[in-house]
């Protein structure tokens, strides 16, 4: 049978047929104002310590749903930040996880595609889920992970509303 694996089974007079409710994931999804709130909230953290940043936010897939840069960011951090953010997404880690494993030694993590070691990527949870992923950059590492850590804040702040 195709559909064996944790799939609920009936008979309708003939062969054994799954319902196509059973088939399909329910899944939850970011949405852009949501994005937009994450964002928001990580630019607040950025401009509190007047850094320039840029923030990118990705989807489920690595799309990306939103980017921003700030006056006077340095124009390299546009792709690192994206980059961030899907590498946080890929791994299902924070990009600091790869940071430390290169740290302690692990070089092969420089070889892997897609792997950003570089702290400032965090994946954004949804009721034990992956949803998405913010990335950080511009200023040093470990500030870039305070702002991501911002807007990956914000995520539990509106969940913990509705």
Known sequence: MLFRRSMHFRRSGGPLVAKLSDMLADKKALTLSVAKRIA????????????????????????????????????ASQEVSIAKARSALLFKRPTKALEDSVSGGRMVVMALANAVPVEGGLPLMAYGKIVGAIGISGVSSAQDGIIAKAGADELEKILSQG
Request: charged share 25%; net charge negative; aromatic share 8%.
């Open 40 to 75: 928001a909230a990580a630019e607040q953290e950025a401009a509190k310590n007047n850094w320039n940043i840029f923030i990118a936010i990705v989807d489920d897939g690595g799309n990306l749903m939103f980017l921003e840069r700030m006056d006077d960011s340095q124009l």
